[in-house]
DNA sequence: CTTATTATGTTAGGCAAGTTAACAAAAAAA
DNA sequence: TTTTTTTGTTAACTTGCCTAACATAATAAG
């Protein structure tokens, strides 16, 4: 066993305490009435649990303010022993990482475009990760107290101790970066993060239960069940990618057929083949495509058009297995409100009542979205509180 | 507001007892000692919480046990104050009821065979459950303390207060039956009802996540995921006779259309078309096909591969979104052991990881299911914690 | 048949974490 | 300067659990 202050600097606090701990690091600093309030703790608990809470430097008093009447309220927030967190999104094109407070005050941040050449070598994204983190590590602040957590998002499955562990990539991200000693690491998938981003911060603020769906290069889901994301045994909740497809009368599904046919290389092969000489150059890409659409070309509005029709019917399938009742839509073709109308349309058609909105987080969402579940990981460590 | 012993006739319980009286609802009697040990009470404790419970008739001492050496120990269950549930599945060709006390002993039970002609009539049904359960209300035996709680296991989509309460046809069930005046209702999906029975007693006992699979004149799933089902925004998880199909290239999907393709009569209408005169005469319906298919004959055994191979597909779909890690397969079809290895080995070659098991408990499943959510529904309301 | 051993249950006393009530401090309003 | 109002602290009490010690009831041993 370590020494348990290692792991957990308030292995023995109270439960008001902790409560209070857990309220600050949610995010905006509060005075002490605001706290007890919200906590509904007397007085003299809030007393003795900012005690203890300051004993530790887990709060810390940063100001007071003055209220239209009577005696000054200190206000605290998260304290120098809660430490700080990286937060990294391992994309296939960018490394995006930022490090930041557990009550998500901005640190540093620095983002790392990959060389287009090197696509989905899961060796050259774990290089740059290693070498960010270490530029990071040289800037590090003796203010911002202890690194208590690195959290990665990565574009593969990531399984629990459960699951079939042989068939994922997760591993891959530690090919070439060995993170700090005694820094535990939270790997996430990126879509899953970018729901949790969602969720958070962006267009699902008040729903806890929806289905994040990105729209890219590949597909994906994220599904937040009552505020919890469901990982699934393999972690491939969400991979629908593999919905059974082409599936009809007579024929026979392929595995990952969808991924082929809905991702955006599938789609724009089919979308070149199609193009008609009376309009022009066929678009170099799907950007273009969407760009061409939005000023109105009838020829890319229909191909966007049909596709929203595809995913639309894809949205469907996900809401007759989990009726989230909300969907987003995000991601780079996602993001683009052209999709909406006729993606909510063929859902809702096809299935059962689902709102559809589209994502506004832009391409910050999956740091986000992994940096909110780094602090969320480090505030239940620092409390003794593993969940799940 | 009521009285508050009507609905809560242990409003101040202390947290021990709480947790003492839920150990004993949820199944067999036990002693003191027994008690003490699986919650970490101390025996002083133990004392004064079964004194209150005691008092309160919450719980009632059945016996006493001799160890091996030493003095005898009490062994406790629910007492009458606990009361009873009526557990009903109302389905379309039986009507099913239990009543039990909340630990489960089974105190009365009745079945009654609806007219086949009246098949789906919900008229029917509610006039059916209204005359059982007022049958049963005349049996009543004192000692069985009040009746707390009705179940009533629906085969229709069962919403929350948020949902899109119109399209449901859950109101049906109250047409002619009215329920006791002060007794709550619990209504629940009736393939949600099963996969809650295989989760407490069936062949899903060590699991909390997994879905359930019916396949029968309908097809449904039932989503247990961390022990708690998911219901969804309109009670349709699970539905996935909405999943998208026929989905192709080029082809149009159509709602509810797996329904119809995949259930008993579509499947029959195909297999009885398809039927060679060599053969001899065509089945008559689903249950002589899968008999002749256990004694043998090829022509049988080929469609019930090809029929299994399409639920293969349909599972792998429900695998993508949810990854549950593994599936029971139960209803009319579903519950024949032809079924499985052709499921399991589409599934997992389709998408990823999943055990595939058959059902164990037979029609009853439904009912079991509906009476343990009864039972359960009714402890939290004894001890004034409702969940969700 | 008495005595030792052991498991169960109760009594006495203590502690942790909250509460309310009363008081002290710090600010604007009278 | 005094009053009023909000914030924070101190004192005393309550609840719900604990441990230690004792009482009870059974078998095992002498």
């Known amino acids: 066993m370590r020494p348990p202050f290692e792991s957990s600097p308030a292995g023995s606090l109270t439960a ?26 007397s007085r003299p608990t809030m007393s003795a649990a900012i005690a203890e809470l300051e004993q530790l430097g887990l709060v810390a008093k940063i100001g007071e303010v003055q209220g239209l009447i009577g005696r000054k309220a200190a206000i605290y927030r998260p304290g120098p022993t809660a430490g700080h967190v990286i937060a990294i999104d391992a994309g ?17 941040s620095r983002v790392y475009r990959l060389p287009a050449s090197q696509l989905l070598l899961g060796e050259e994204i774990s290089r740059a990760v290693a070498e960010e983190v270490a530029a990071t590590l040289t800037e590090t602040d ?50 899953n993060c970018a729901a949790v981003a969602e969720r958070s911060y962006g267009i699902a603020k008040d729903s806890e239960t929806f289905a994040y769906v990105q729209i890219g290069l590949k597909i994906g889901m994220g599904l937040m069940l009552g505020g919890r994301l469901l990982r699934g045994r393999n972690g491939a909740a969400g991979e629908i990618g593999h919905l059974a497809f082409p599936m009809a009368d007579g024929s026979k599904p392929i595995a990952g057929e969808i991924e082929r046919y809905m991702g955006t290389e599938g789609f724009m092969q089919r979308v070149v083949a199609a193009w008609p000489e009376p309009s022009g150059k066929a678009p170099a890409d799907a950007a273009d495509l969407m760009a061409r659409a939005g000023e109105g070309c009838a020829t890319a509005l229909a191909h966007v058009t049909r596709h929203a029709e595809d995913i639309g019917a894809i949205v469907a399938s996900c809401v007759s297995v989990a009726d989230p009742g909300l969907v987003v839509l995000g991601g780079g073709m996602g993001g683009s409100p052209l999709l909406m109308p006729t993606v909510s349309e063929v ?31 480090t505030v239940d460590l620092l409390l003794g509180e593993s969940r799940d």
């Open 347 to 377: 859902a809702n058609r096809l299935s059962y009542p689902v709102e559809v909105r589209t994502s506004t987080l832009g391409q910050d969402a999956t740091v986000l979205g992994i940096e909110k579940l780094a602090c969320e990981q």
């Open 92 to 108: 296939s094109t960018h490394v995006r990482l930022r490090v930041s407070t557990i009550d998500r005050r901005l640190l540093h």
């Open 16 to 41: 008001s305490a902790k409560s209070i701990f857990r309220l600050l690091a949610e995010g905006d600093p509060s005075t002490r009435p605001q706290l007890g309030e919200a906590l509904n703790l």
């Open 142 to 191: 003796p203010g911002w107290g202890p690194l208590r957590m690195i959290g990665i998002a990565v574009p593969s499955r990531v399984v629990g101790p459960q699951g079939d562990r042989s068939a994922t990539r997760q591993e891959e991200i530690f090919s070439c970066f060995e993170p700090p000693a005694n820094v535990p690491v939270v790997l996430e998938n990126n879509v």
